[in-house]
């Protein structure tokens, strides 16, 4: 019985170790979510104002209109973000998802990259 019992919580530690599904932190799910929706909607002022002075100075309402452009109409239809992962790049934290539209085309990467709890980056590829 005693083994059985050992076996058991082994494979319990085991099953507990094996990756799953990664749970997005709050912050970066609040400001994920915020940009995605002024990308949607062409929103400059909302799209920098949780930005590092660098990240306001270097994205000018011309490029937010361009990519708004590229993927708004896509946006509009539905889509669903799933966390992937974090990553520390020197003073940095970015965190990744997977973007499926709900059109069935393809999918594309967010890339949220930030230092001090403020966006330093953000990318769709």
Do not use: H
């Not at 005693?2 to 076996?7: F, L, V």
């Not at 530690?13 to 094996?18: E, M, Y």
């Not at 609040?30 to 929706?37: A, G, Q």
Request: aromatic fraction near 8%.
């Amino acid at each position: 019985m005693t083994m059985k019992i050992t076996a058991l919580a082994a494979l319990l530690l085991l099953a507990a170790t094996l990756p799953g599904q990664a749970q997005t932190p709050a912050l970066p799910e609040t400001m994920m979510t915020k940009l995605m929706k002024a990308v949607e909607e062409n929103d400059y002022a909302a799209f920098v104002e949780d930005g590092i002075p660098e990240f306001k100075a270097g994205v000018t309402p011309q490029i937010l209109e361009g990519v708004s452009l590229q993927i708004a109409d896509r946006m509009k239809e539905g889509y669903t973000c799933t966390y992937l992962a974090e990553l520390k790049q020197r003073e940095f934290k970015v965190y990744l998802w997977k973007v499926t539209f709900t059109d069935g085309g393809d999918d594309a990467l967010v890339k949220l990259v930030v230092r001090d709890d403020l966006v330093a980056g953000f990318w769709i590829q």
